[in-house]
Nanobody
Framework: QLQASGGGLVQAGGSLRLSCVAS????????VGWFRQAPGKERDFVTA????????YYADSLKGRFTISRDNAKNTVYLQMNSLKPGDTAVYYC????????????????WGQGTLVTVSS
């Protein structure tokens, strides 16, 4: 089970850090990442991190502003979001995949419930 938190209302240019905490089982062997879904749009891939935390993958449009990290001792994955824009407004979902990092986008085994990020202009 995954629990996402940390969303909220922030002004453009601000920062937020999302957390995804796993409970009920360890996810230290899973690639974990984030998707987001803006109102009226499809769910899009944001970023993912390998189970060791030594490899990351980002949507091209988000490179340089978003950073993913994980602490396996805490069963937690973080998404640091900087220089936020109104276009980043969305519900952010964390997910976990038992596959490789490259397979994360197409195959997820667990989903969190989502946390809403609203960026005002």
């Amino acid at each position: 089970q995954l629990q996402a938190s940390g969303g909220g209302l922030v002004q453009a240019g601000g920062s937020l850090r999302l957390s995804c905490v796993a409970s009920g089982r360890t996810f230290s062997n899973y690639a974990v990442g984030w998707f987001r879904q803006a109102p009226g749009k499809e769910r899009d891939f944001v970023t993912a991190i390998s189970w060791r935390g030594d490899s990351t993958y980002y949507a091209d449009s988000l490179k340089g502003r978003f950073t993913i990290s994980r602490d396996n001792a805490k069963n937690t994955v973080y998404l640091q979001m900087n220089s936020l824009k109104p276009g980043d407004t969305a519900v952010y979902y964390c997910a976990a995949s038992s596959g490789t990092l490259l397979h994360f986008i197409s195959s997820q085994d667990y989903w969190g419930q989502g946390t809403l990020v609203t960026v005002s202009s």
